[in-house]
């Protein structure tokens, strides 16, 4: 649905033109009534409904006349982008007069024209009250958004990863905005599904029309729901709450293996981790794993060596049954010093590569939580010996690293770091930290 380019701008345009005109002759042949009496009048109908999927039962959510040609009003939608903000619509407090919190509406610009069909979180509190009001779900009203709707944009998910990931059934199956769901997660884990929203809209309208699309299509054996974007609720005023099975028999945790035999356990419904992580980290360890094996090939040729006997011996550790698992070794000299910082299986996987590894936790986060979540999964790889982990705050600081002579002290250091700007209005303290926290990374990595 998204193009780019020239050619693709003024097909934009002419599509925007012709839709234009066919919604005008359609309006023209209803015998429509004026304006204002038609908002009323569909507010009015719409009283009591949260969530009506559909097209002429929703009321209708009115967007501001534009400022300029590309700013304001209906130019963020022109753009593609799926959001409206609390700024950009006229008749807020009009929505709000019908008692609910969360609403299905259609979106008109302040000319009457159409734009498509949205999800509104009406919702007020909270330090910076809800800035986005609005998700755009479709860019045609008539549609009805029900399952079937749900499902459809599940399938195209779906077959996308398989493009992607032939063969594989552990991946981000939806990713909000970039699959067309917007305020929606979900990561495939084999025939087990976590489920996540991070907008409360999505939660309260359409929990139960989602469920039943994945099971439509994918037919799981079961499907969690976890709130572990916690900033992104908060700031959606929406509530956090424990991991639980909404569908299906789980059975416990499920195994995950890497492109290199290491294996990730998740248990969905525990806490002190973010599903989705491990998919995300996939980059991340191609780029770690090549890392470590070029340093551990430098070591061996000043050595005269070779390092085929070490990788074999390594993958053979990490193929290990439960019982067999020996967690007792000891590192080389010459073995890679990684620091992970605020990576949640990331400096545990590097361990398993043979490379001894710092994992740096955040303190404000559940600190014992994470640190069993590591230690278990560096017991599973049989490397526990080569972990170590350290807790930090907000503001880095290198002495805190544990090491005699921080500066410069580790082979590889890799940096994920958690949402230190949530909002608008931290958005210069987080620029700060961001910028401190790849110094203290820069500073601890060796030259070369």
């Not at 009250?129 to 779906?158: T, Y």
């Not at 199956?173 to 809209?201: H, K, M, S, W």
């Amino acid at each position: 649905p998204y193009h780019y380019g020239p050619a693709a701008s003024l097909q934009r345009r002419v599509a925007m033109a012709l839709r234009s005109s066919f919604l005008l002759l359609r309006r023209r042949q209803a015998c429509l009534v004026p304006h204002a009496s038609r908002i009323c009048g569909r507010a009015a109908s719409s009283l009591g409904q949260a969530h009506s999927g559909s097209s002429g039962k929703r009321p209708t959510l009115l967007m501001v006349p534009r400022t300029g040609r590309e700013k304001g009003g209906d130019a963020r939608l022109a753009r593609q982008v799926p959001w409206i903000f609390r700024n950009e619509a006229s008749n807020v407090d009009e929505l709000r007069a019908l008692g609910k919190t969360a609403l299905l509406v259609n979106v008109e610009n302040s000319e009457g024209r159409e734009l498509g069909a949205a999800m509104c979180n009406l919702a007020k509190g909270g330090s910076t009250v809800v800035n986005i009001l609005g998700r755009m779900l479709s860019d045609n009203v008539a549609i009805d958004i029900d399952s079937d709707f749900f499902a459809a944009r599940i399938k195209r998910a779906v077959q996308h990863r398989e493009r992607m990931f032939p063969g594989q059934q552990h991946y981000r199956l939806i990713n909000g905005e970039g699959d067309l769901l917007p305020g929606v997660l979900c990561d495939r884990y084999g025939d087990v599904l976590c489920l996540q929203f991070t907008a409360l809209a999505a939660e309260l309208l359409f929990q139960e029309d989602f469920v039943a699309a994945l099971q439509a299509v994918l037919s799981p054996r079961a499907i969690i729901l976890r709130c572990d974007a916690v900033d992104d609720r908060l700031l959606e005023t929406a509530p956090i709450k424990a991991p639980e099975v909404i569908c299906g028999k789980y059975e416990g945790a499920v195994e995950v293996a890497s492109e290199t035999g290491f294996t990730f356990e998740a248990d969905l419904l525990a806490e002190g981790w973010t599903s989705g992580s491990f998919f995300a980290e996939r980059q991340l360890r191609e780029l770690a794993a090549g890392a470590i094996r070029q340093h551990q090939h430098r070591v061996d040729v000043r050595r005269g060596g070779s390092s085929s006997g070490r990788s074999i011996a390594r993958r053979s550790t990490s193929n290990a049954s439960d019982g067999e698992l020996d967690n007792s070794g000891s590192s080389s000299p010459g073995d890679p010093k990684v620091l992970s910082l605020f990576g949640e299986s990331l400096g545990v996987y590097c361990a398993a590569q043979g490379a001894d590894a710092t994992c740096v936790v955040a303190s404000w986060r559940p600190v014992d939580i994470y640190t069993k979540q590591l230690e278990a999964l560096a017991r599973r790889n049989s490397c526990l010996h080569r972990l170590n982990v350290l807790t930090l705050g907000k503001e880095p600081r290198l002495a805190d690293l544990g090491e005699d002579e921080p500066l410069e002290a580790f082979d590889i250091v890799t940096l994920e770091p958690p949402a230190l700007a949530p909002s608008y209005g931290r958005l210069e303290e987080g620029a700060r930290l961001y910028t401190a926290w790849t110094a203290l990374a820069a500073s601890a990595t060796k030259p070369g």
